[in-house]
């Protein structure tokens, strides 16, 4: 059982929170650069001013903390990012770039503004109508071309977990905020979609990707942090439509989460963390992930959809995710941007740096520990 003090946990998130806030690229960052792709140096991932994923899931872990604490300091530093960065031109418009607009389209409830409605409404659009589908109309994970914010990369008849956070999230709360069903189903069409393709039936986890083009999971591999964007990501879907989602439905997602957390516990190294291939003990230790996946335990743990015998890999995982947080705030041991490996040492490679989505998803998980002891 736990033993961690709401004080300790509480200092933790403060310095995590002040280091998002003036995040920049690594020391190191010339070195990571002669690395380039292979080793996951994309150099608009770094710091928090660019648009695109990395960015906006900083933005939420902000949102989240700014919504806990009621401080006029986070929501003015978000209203000023989104001005900034619509001011300056946005980038191409793909499943990356979507993930800023799940914080945005909250922040509109709370500071509204007609050009932020009017750029979610139409993004929200953009993805029903115009963004490239696979086979059975999944959503094509389309990314950022590296060097060319305005170019993207089509990753042709690909589906990748990554898309469940990263821009399914977004168009279900559009379509639960302006009762707009089409929205909802079409994003209940994509869990299960991408469920179908990217489940293992065997270890109940999760693989990176699938293709349409040779039908296959690329290396077979299990990713740490794509398992962690559907155990944070999925139980935020959840509770989007308080307790209005067809019941045969709900109850087909949470026995895939129960599944798959199920598994994780059984993977949870001895430290805490989780390693960035799953079962693979070769592979380090990941923290941003390993975040991501205590934040989902210790939700379903507050919801009731796990049961008590999850707490002690849920406490040794915040334990554990606190001891990768220095002094002044930096979480430590986070991946880099990863895209789709061929196998197990495409992720054992990928460079360490500090991350904004490494800050956002510990936010993430230290706002729920908080949560959990109340």
Not at 34 to 46: H, L
């Amino acid at each position: 059982m736990q033993e961690l003090k709401k004080e300790e946990i509480t200092r933790k998130l403060d310095l995590v929170v002040n280091k998002l806030l003036t995040l920049g690229g690594p020391e190191n960052e010339t070195e990571l650069e002669n690395g380039g792709e292979s080793i996951g140096f994309f150099r608009r991932d770094f710091g928090i001013s660019e648009w695109d994923w990395p960015q906006g899931v900083g933005l939420y872990g902000l949102y989240k903390i700014m919504m806990v604490e009621k401080k006029d300091e986070y929501r003015e530093f978000l209203c000023s990012w989104f001005k900034c960065n619509m001011a300056e031109g946005l980038p191409s418009r793909n499943i990356n770039t979507t993930t800023p607009l799940l914080t945005l389209v909250q922040l509109n409830e709370i500071c509204p503004d007609p050009e932020f409605e009017s750029l979610c409404l139409s993004w929200a659009d953009w993805l029903m109508r115009c963004l490239p589908r696979t086979e059975e109309g999944g959503f094509q994970h389309v990314t950022s071309a590296n060097g060319d914010r305005l170019g993207v990369r089509l990753n042709e008849n690909e589906m990748w977990i990554d898309t469940l956070f990263m821009t399914v999230l977004f168009l279900n709360r559009m379509g639960q905020k302006y009762n707009r069903q089409d929205w909802i189903s079409e994003s209940i069409h994509q869990v299960l979609l991408h469920i179908k393709y990217l489940y293992d039936k065997k270890t109940g986890l999760f693989y990176h990707g699938w293709t349409f083009n040779t039908r296959d999971n690329f290396g077979g591999v299990f990713w740490c942090r794509g398992n962690s964007w559907f155990t944070a990501g999925i139980l935020e879907y959840l509770e989007m439509f308080k307790g209005s989602l067809d019941a045969g439905v709900r109850e087909f997602i949470v026995n895939t989460y129960k599944s798959q957390v199920r598994t994780l516990k059984k993977l949870q190294s001895q430290s805490g963390l989780w390693h960035t291939v799953l079962d693979d003990p070769a592979s380090y230790e990941e923290v941003s992930g390993s975040a991501a996946i205590t934040a989902g335990i210790l939700k379903g743990i507050k919801l009731g959809i796990l049961d008590d015998s999850y707490l002690d890999c849920a406490w040794k995982g915040i334990r554990a995710v606190m001891n990768n947080i220095d002094e002044e705030g930096t979480v430590l041991n986070v991946s880099g941007g990863t895209g789709m490996g061929a196998d197990r040492e495409h992720y054992k490679k990928i460079l360490i740096a500090p991350m904004a989505y490494g800050q956002s998803l510990t936010i993430l998980a230290l706002i729920q520990a908080l949560d959990n002891l109340k």
